[in-house]
């Protein structure tokens, strides 16, 4: 499995994503990240195991009491990956808009604000 793919499998579950979010204030103990949970610290140390073989946290050792890093610069790979499409997607929406205003007639110049503003002023 490619790293892109370890990552999105393991942010896939919502306690992965949860122990994501709270690193993003910093780093903490396996038990300070268990603490809000209602599993065991071992539960958690599962959880973040994961994390840890798709390369989003890091720890300094095996201990509990070693801080959990959280690796920030993996999610430029997906961001990455993300941003493609939502450019494509993006493009999409500009031809689209475009055969619109060409069939209303519109320039296609004006946003789909603009022609959402004409369409009310036209039905009042």
Known sequence: ????????????DPTRRDLVARLTDGDATVGELAA???????AVSKHLKVLEQAGLVS??????????????????LATAWLERYRRE??????RLDAVLAAMTGD????????ND?????ETA
């Open 59 to 76: 720890r300094a050792g095996a201990a509990h009491r070693s801080p959990v890093h959280l690796e920030a610069q993996v999610f430029d």
């Open 117 to 121: 503003d004409q369409l009310s002023r």
């Open 1 to 12: 499995m490619d790293q892109l793919s370890r990552v999105f499998a393991a942010l896939a």
């Open 89 to 94: 997607a993006e493009r999409r929406y500009q």
């Open 36 to 42: 809000p949970y209602e599993v065991s610290v071992q």
């Open 107 to 114: 320039s296609a110049e004006e946003t789909p604000m603009q």
